[in-house]
């Protein structure tokens, strides 16, 4: 069952078992602890039997070590006391188990193995801790690159109707979550081993105070089911929270410039403080219901230690170091109960994040783009780029965005597309990349059909460059490099000469080796449009698309970039897009597209 699904039947059955009461409660943990399940399960999966088989002996290892330590104490107190007897003398499955082990029931001898125990039991919780922190870090690294890689390798259709922000915040805020949570799932097991040893111990001392114990610790857990529901439902709303805040801050960075220009400060603060404020209420009403629990247990806990100490003591009259020892299991089992609650509601406030990243990985692994083993030197551009007929719609039984579209994009030529706003030239750029796929008609380079399988190799053989230029705040060199990490010098220069960038890039202080700036703030926009150019060309594509790289220059730099594209006629197949194509004097061809449809071509 998915968990959008669980959380659907678990909030229709509230009005219609209310009228049981109790019934209630008990389908809500369980549903909980089911949902836990499946978090640990998800967890799992990202973890090697090897390491998990590990992890279990340290956990089993470290229980065993403390659960001997707490059999020598009663041996130990037996020695100490003159009241109580020899040493030999019969006292109880204890000093049988402390005999059986070979130890001699002597001061020295229970001092000795006292003291072994201890620092065995020491040494394994230090490495088990070291263990557990070393696969925590593992598994979330796993999880990250998992889920990055997903993403990255999804097909273009898809990524365009996600917000970057929940993709952002399923990376960030949401596999820390996760983090927490295998701290968690990871503690649970031993916590319980830590319990049972604990429990074992109890029960050779006192069997029937024990029995009564585990009743009453069963009660407390019962007191405090409604948390464990409560702790999955604040958990789904901490996640809505995270998106609406990453969403905030992320569109607050990418207009701050609109901002400022319109004085609207004041509205991006308040708006961010609600997220913010929306983000606080969710973790306050999860630490609210997770100190309530911890408060319940606490008082009821001490009350049924202090009544079992008395039972001891002065009812079943038993000896004095039977006595101390069992109020210090007791004493530790209590905040060991505590914490293996906690570590439940935990794990259901996280597991939500643990969805969210689940069902976005199989959303992104169904639309996983093919892969083909050609290589990018199988293609070739001689004869051209063909349309025949091609229509594409964003959505099913939707209206097509480009319709019946044919044409040729002959190789080595510079086309030239316009069209109004909204006309669909975008999109038929995205058609010509790979990026998209027809809803109907077929595209061909050379006599090879471009399909699903063989989009991603084709796009290793274009370059596209944006209306906006985006270069990372880094050198011109590594900026350039992305497109070609092997680049010479030679190439690079090559590239800026091509692309009218070198006369500006000579003048500065750095040259090549000048940082640009946050998104190339350091340069002018035809500045910034050159550079994008001229890595586009140290590509050396086959086909070089070109989304209306001058709509936002003034007319001497859209001249210089139009020169630089001029002029690599014949060089590569070349597509641009623009709002003046009587400003591009050598165009092969020029191509208007209104409404989705091709008027006209010369």
């Given at each position: 069952m998915k968990f959008a699904e669980l959380i659907s039947q678990i909030r229709l059955q509230v009005p219609i078992m209310t009228a049981v009461g109790g019934s209630r409660s008990l389908l809500s943990a369980l549903d909980a602890m089911r949902e836990g399940a499946r978090l640990w399960r998800f967890l799992l999966e990202y973890t090697s039997v090897r390491q998990v088989l590990i992890a279990s002996a340290l956990a089993l290892l470290g229980s065993l070590s403390e659960g001997f330590t707490l059999i020598l104490l009663v041996p130990l107190l037996r020695l100490l006391d003159p009241a109580a007897g020899s040493a030999g003398e019969p006292g109880g499955a204890s000093l049988r188990i402390v005999q059986?082990?070979?130890?001699?029931?002597?001061?020295?001898?229970?001092?000795?193995?006292?003291?072994?125990?201890?620092?065995?039991?020491?040494?394994?919780?230090?490495?088990?801790?070291?263990?557990?922190?070393?696969?925590?870090?593992?598994?979330?690294?796993?999880?990250?690159?998992?889920l990055y890689s997903s993403i990255a390798r999804s097909n273009w259709s898809f990524l365009r109707k996600i917000r970057r922000t929940d993709l952002l915040s399923a990376l960030t805020a949401e596999s820390d979550r996760l983090d927490s949570a295998l701290i968690c799932s990871f503690e649970m097991p031993a916590r319980i081993m830590l319990i049972g040893a604990h429990v074992f111990v109890a029960f050779l001392i006192a069997p029937v105070l024990t029995l009564l114990a585990l009743a009453t610790g069963s009660l407390l857990a019962w007191l405090v089911r409604d948390r464990l529901i409560e702790s999955l439902q604040i958990g789904e709303s901490l996640s809505q929270a995270y998106k609406h805040f990453y969403h905030q801050v992320s569109e607050f960075l990418l207009g701050l410039k609109i901002t400022k220009s319109y004085g609207a400060e004041d509205q991006h603060v308040t708006a961010f403080a609600g997220a913010i404020d929306e983000v606080k209420d969710n973790f306050l009403s999860y630490l609210r219901s997770h100190t309530n629990?911890?408060?319940?247990?606490?008082?009821?806990?001490?009350?049924?230690?202090?009544?079992?100490?008395?039972?001891?003591?002065?009812?079943?009259?038993?000896?004095?170091?039977?006595?101390?020892?069992?109020?210090?299991?007791?004493?530790?089992?209590?905040?060991?109960?505590?914490?293996?609650?906690?570590?439940?509601?935990?794990?259901?406030?996280?597991?939500?994040?643990?969805?969210?990243?689940?069902?976005?990985?199989?959303?992104?692994?169904?639309?996983?783009?093919?892969?083909?083993?050609?290589?990018?030197?199988?293609?070739?551009?001689?004869?051209?780029?063909?349309f025949e007929h091609v229509g594409f719609s964003h959505e099913q039984n939707a209206e097509e965005s480009v319709s019946d579209v044919s044409f040729i994009l002959p190789g080595g030529t510079l086309t030239v597309l316009f069209g109004h706003s909204g006309s669909g030239k975008s999109t038929l750029l995205d058609l010509i990349s790979?990026?998209?796929?027809?809803?109907?008609?077929?595209?061909?380079?050379?006599?090879?059909?471009?399909?699903?399988?063989?989009?991603?190799?084709?796009?290793?053989?274009?370059?596209?460059?944006?209306?906006?230029?985006?270069?990372?705040?880094?050198?011109?060199?590594?900026?350039?490099?992305?497109?070609?990490?092997?680049?010479?010098?030679?190439?690079?220069?090559?590239?800026l000469v091509c692309s009218r960038a070198a006369t500006f890039v000579d003048a500065l202080p750095d040259g090549i080796d000048t940082i640009v700036g946050d998104r190339g703030n350091r340069f002018s926009g035809g500045e910034r449009q050159r550079l994008a150019l001229a890595r586009a060309l140290l590509r050396r594509p086959l086909l070089l698309v070109l989304d209306e790289p001058t709509s936002s220059l003034d007319e001497e730099n859209e001249q210089i970039v139009l020169d630089g594209i001029e002029g690599l006629k014949g060089r590569m197949t070349m597509i641009l897009v623009t709002h003046h194509p009587e400003r591009v004097r050598s165009a092969d061809q020029i191509l208007q597209l209104e409404r989705g449809r091709l008027l006209r071509g010369q």
């Open positions: 059986f082990l070979g130890i001699q029931p002597s001061l020295g001898g229970v001092l000795a193995a006292f003291i072994c125990l201890t620092v065995a039991r020491s040494l394994i919780n230090q490495q088990r801790t070291l263990y557990f922190c070393a696969l925590r870090l593992d598994v979330v690294r796993n999880i990250r690159i998992a629990a911890r408060l319940i247990q606490e008082i009821a806990g001490a009350a049924a230690v202090a009544m079992f100490l008395w039972t001891a003591a002065t009812q079943l009259h038993m000896p004095m170091a039977e006595v101390l020892v069992l109020s210090l299991i007791l004493y530790r089992l209590l905040p060991l109960l505590q914490s293996l609650q906690q570590d439940a509601q935990q794990l259901l406030h996280a597991a939500p994040a643990a969805q969210t990243i689940l069902k976005l990985l199989e959303a992104c692994t169904n639309a996983r783009e093919l892969s083909h083993d050609e290589a990018r030197g199988h293609y070739s551009v001689q004869q051209g780029i063909r790979g990026l998209l796929r027809p809803s109907r008609g077929k595209i061909w380079i050379d006599e090879r059909e471009l399909t699903d399988e063989r989009a991603q190799t084709w796009r290793t053989s274009i370059a596209y460059v944006l209306q906006e230029p985006f270069l990372f705040h880094d050198t011109i060199r590594a900026n350039l490099l992305i497109a070609k990490p092997n680049a010479t010098q030679s190439e690079l220069r090559e590239a």
